[in-house]
């Protein structure tokens, strides 16, 4: 169930995951504190869970691997949703994956995409209006 709160929407990683794997064409870059992956016109992105239900995002040219990064889902609390502060006038979204614990949340994971949410059931998601 997602919350509304003082700075954005909430939701549950899992739903998050859910509706990213239909919007990888809206990705504009995908990161942590040590690194990043960035959106190019050559480049695609390939989003998908392993058959032990680790998330992974991939950026691929062509057939070729550029990057790849393997969620460590074990400390994740919720995504944090909220208009990218440096970008409000292209209307980017910010998607911050915290994690740790409920007293020391942090950032794990950010997605940057070129909306908000959208075409998110509601009936399933209670506070998400378009």
């Known amino acids: 169930m997602a919350i509304e709160t003082e700075s ?3 939701l549950p990683f899992e739903r998050f995951w859910d509706w990213i794997l ?3 064409n809206c990705l504009l870059s995908v990161g942590t504190e040590e690194s990043w992956l960035y959106d190019a016109e050559a480049l695609h992105w ?3 869970s392993e058959d032990n239900g680790t998330p992974v995002v991939q950026l691929i040219m062509g ?3 550029v990057g790849e990064m393997v969620l460590d ?3 994740l609390m919720h995504v944090q949703v909220l208009a990218d502060p440096e970008n409000v006038d292209r209307g980017y979204f910010l998607f911050k994956v915290l ?3 409920k007293s020391a949340p942090r950032v794990r994971y950010t997605f940057q995409l070129t909306h908000g949410l959208e075409n998110m059931p509601t009936q399933h ?3 998400l209006k378009h």
């Open 8 to 10: 954005g929407v909430t």
């Open 22 to 24: 239909d919007h990888t």
């Open 46 to 48: 390939v989003l998908f």
């Open 63 to 65: 057939k070729r691997l």
């Open 73 to 75: 889902t074990t400390d």
């Open 99 to 101: 994690g740790g614990t």
């Open 125 to 127: 998601v209670a506070g």
